[in-house]
Every structure is written in structure tokens, then in C-alpha cells.
């Protein structure tokens, strides 16, 4: 039983989910960037597929492999004019999907 609740527990962590916010000191979202490890290292990912639907462009990136190399996903959240956010987790992730429209941005990661 008690393995059961740790395995829980360990899965519930494990997906939990790292976004930018919509909206971040009175800016909307305009710019995301992926990085494998620290920003500083410079190892901005491209995404793994993009595409257009409508007015919808969506983009996603596969970042189960950073985990398992050992490092960490920093999220880099851009809101025009400001300085950027900057978000990294620890916690293994699998994909990071971005959605770029007229009705608002987004970027999650779970």
C-alpha cells in the first residue's frame, strides 16, 4: 500500500506542469524559448513539429531526453518590452506545446 501511495505521489510530481502565464506585469505573451539547461548555455531548442490550423499555429517539443541526460528544461517566457521570465524545472517533463493566435498565446509543458 505504502508503495502504491509513493508511486502516486511520484507520478502526480512528475506531471505536474510548467507554463508562462497569459498575461505577466501588464504584457501578453508574444515569445516563448525552450532550452536545454540553463539559458546562459545557450541551447535554445527548435521545435519538433509546428503547424497551422485555422489561425492556430502550434508548436511542440519533445523534452523527455534532457531529463534523462541528466539536466533540466528552462522555459524563457517573453512579454514585449520587459524583461523576459524565466522558468526551469527539475522535474521531468515530457513535451512542451505553444499555441499562437489571435485570441491569446500560451505555452505549457508536462
Known amino acids: 500500500m505504502i508503495g502504491w501511495i509513493v508511486m502516486a505521489a511520484a507520478m502526480a510530481q512528475a506531471a505536474t506542469p510548467l507554463a508562462c502565464p497569459a498575461r505577466h506585469r501588464g504584457r501578453t505573451l508574444d515569445a516563448v524559448a525552450v532550452y536545454d539547461g540553463p539559458v546562459e548555455d545557450k541551447a535554445i531548442l527548435a521545435p ?3 503547424h497551422r490550423t485555422g489561425g492556430v499555429l502550434t508548436q511542440r517539443w519533445d523534452v523527455a531526453g534532457i531529463y534523462r541526460a541528466g ?9 514585449g518590452g520587459i524583461a523576459p521570465l524565466r522558468l526551469t524545472s527539475s522535474r521531468p517533463l515530457r513535451t512542451c506545446r505553444a499555441s499562437w493566435s489571435k ?3 500560451s505555452l505549457s509543458c508536462r
Do not use: I, K, Q, W
Not at 528552462?74 to 512579454?79: A, I, L, M, S
Open 71 to 79: 539536466r533540466a528544461l528552462t522555459v524563457e517566457c517573453g512579454y
Open 103 to 105: 485570441a491569446g498565446n
Open 48 to 50: 519538433d513539429s509546428s
